[in-house]
């Protein structure tokens, strides 16, 4: 039981063989103190989504980002959202992680420009969109999904047509 190393094995056996609760047992056990238990949470919080406690998640992501002004449980927040088509809960979640990071997103939350970019999309905010979309493109450049998602983007509002064909092109090699 001391051994923080093998409840973490344990606990990832549990999780692949899809039994979420006992893992999640065990993932409980890894304290604040612990090196990793951002990750431990974070991993947590994907777990109790994925056995249908999606409210336990979104508040163990909450209380992450009360407690420790965790940014990356905001993004995980609106990426539940999201998975769920609740983009309007997606985007609120989004832009309060980008409003903590600050006026610019450095590379480190390229993912938050990608995924707020697609809830953008979704959510008929195209000008929004391409700007977030464009600028994590700019961290990102040979990232298959992006180029995919913004090359269908432009293609779909009938502009950028070369540009989208090159990226599409490019996200084909990747």
């Not at 039981?1 to 409840?7: S, V």
């Not at 449980?73 to 998975?83: H, T, V």
Request: net charge negative.
């Amino acid at each position: 039981p001391d051994y923080i190393e093998a409840r973490l094995l344990l606990a990832n056996a549990l999780a692949r063989s899809g039994r979420y609760n006992e893992a999640i047992s065990f993932f409980s056990t890894i304290g604040p103190e612990q090196d990793n238990y951002f990750e431990v949470q974070h991993y947590m919080a994907d777990l109790l989504d994925e056995a249908e406690q999606t409210d336990k998640a979104l508040a163990l992501l909450n209380d992450l980002f009360m407690k420790h002004n965790d940014v990356e449980a905001l993004i995980r927040i609106g990426d539940i959202y999201r998975s769920k088509e609740n983009y309007g809960s997606a985007l609120k979640a989004y832009n309060r992680a980008a409003g903590q990071i600050g006026k610019s997103i450095p590379e480190e939350y390229w993912y938050l420009l990608y995924a707020r970019g697609m809830v953008y999309e979704r959510e008929g905010e195209w000008n929004k969109a391409e700007a977030d979309l464009k600028a994590a493109l700019v961290y990102r450049p040979d990232h298959p999904y992006l180029l995919n998602y913004l090359g269908y983007a432009w293609a779909d509002q009938g502009v950028h047509l070369d540009e989208s064909l090159g990226l599409l092109e490019r996200a084909s090699c990747l």
